[in-house]
């Protein structure tokens, strides 16, 4: 890992103190921040994560992706995991960590359903995941993000909790607003990143693209994860100093989904012999989440002071800590994955 990412706990833990700050001693701040958007999408986080995936994305090599797409173990095992496995264990810790509370408790079911399109893409780059799968992976969950998202959220809110005797919630998910973020937040890095690639590639060659071109673009992905912190924390810092207790509330269920997903990823992986890389993309894929996804749908639904919105904002405040800290322990583990499940 580079001097930047070997620091990188430090600047995260720095932006979201500094967004906190931003919010709670600018009040003005969120207001504007929240005027700054076209339709259901927010432009600063927008920007932030576009300069955050770009990078990314163009480090992808687009002409082997068919290597990734032949996988059958690793396609069907990644689309168990995010589209049965980690919603269902989302409801589950939410009903037993949460059941007196619960907008929250539907917030977090929504978080559950909105896998991640955006941030695990820098998570599985500094755990030396295989950036070709995840770019592959994260294009399968937009898909069946626009498809799948609206009919779980109707099993897990109304369908699943009649079955099982428990109170049912009723939420009416735009598909537009679903569709949008999709197109936002990867169409949009991921066309950018293949086009930098084929034609610097074809202006100027292979080498000078992957020795030259990415290194000069790799440290804007953590410029855009900082920026995009900032500006979401900034965004709910006074609701999330404002209640401290709730916050609490709902981290503890987001901590035991984020661990439990990570490991029952690598324990697939291992057990399917994926190789260290795939190993690590397969479980950072199942464990993260599109809090933006999850933050519009909530408002739009319920409304921006909802408790539902809050537990999307939650998310993010969890989840950047402590996926940077499985990137480490991704690592720690290589040595003991790689040899034993390389293909």
Known sequence: MSLLDRGLPVWILAAMALGLALGHGVPLLPALLDRARIGSVS????????????????????RHLDRVLTDRRLMITSLV???????????ALAWWLLPDLPEYRTGL???????????????????CGDGDAAAVLVAVN??????????????????LPRWLGLPTTSADFSVVTITVSVLVFLGIPLLAGFLTRTVGERRRGTEWYERRLLPRLGPWALYGLLFTIVVLFAFQGERILARPLDVARIALPLLAYFTVTFALGLVLG????????????????????N?????????????????QA?????????EVPVLLAL????????????PRSAT
């Open 327 to 338: 990137v480490h322990v991704a690592l720690a583990l290589r040595s003991r994955l790689e």
């Open 142 to 159: 937009s898909v069946f993000q626009v498809v799948a998202f609206g009919a779980l959220g109707w099993f897990y809110l109304q369908v």
């Open 81 to 91: 995991l995010n589209w049965l496995v980690s919603p269902a264990i989302m409801f």
């Open 109 to 127: 079911v929504i978080v559950g359903l909105a896998r991640c399109i955006a941030m695990v893409l820098i998570w599985n780059d500094l755990a």
């Open 291 to 307: 809090f933006e996804l999850a933050i519009a749908v909530a408002i739009g639904t319920f409304g921006v002071a909802s408790g």
């Open 310 to 318: 809050l537990a999307g904002v939650v998310g993010p405040l969890i």
């Open 270 to 289: 291992r057990l399917l012999r994926l190789g260290y890389p795939r190993t690590t993309t397969l479980a950072f894929t199942a464990a993260g989440n």
């Open 43 to 62: 432009v600063p986080i927008a920007a932030g994560l576009l300069i955050m995936m770009y990078p990314v994305l163009a480090k992808v090599r687009y």
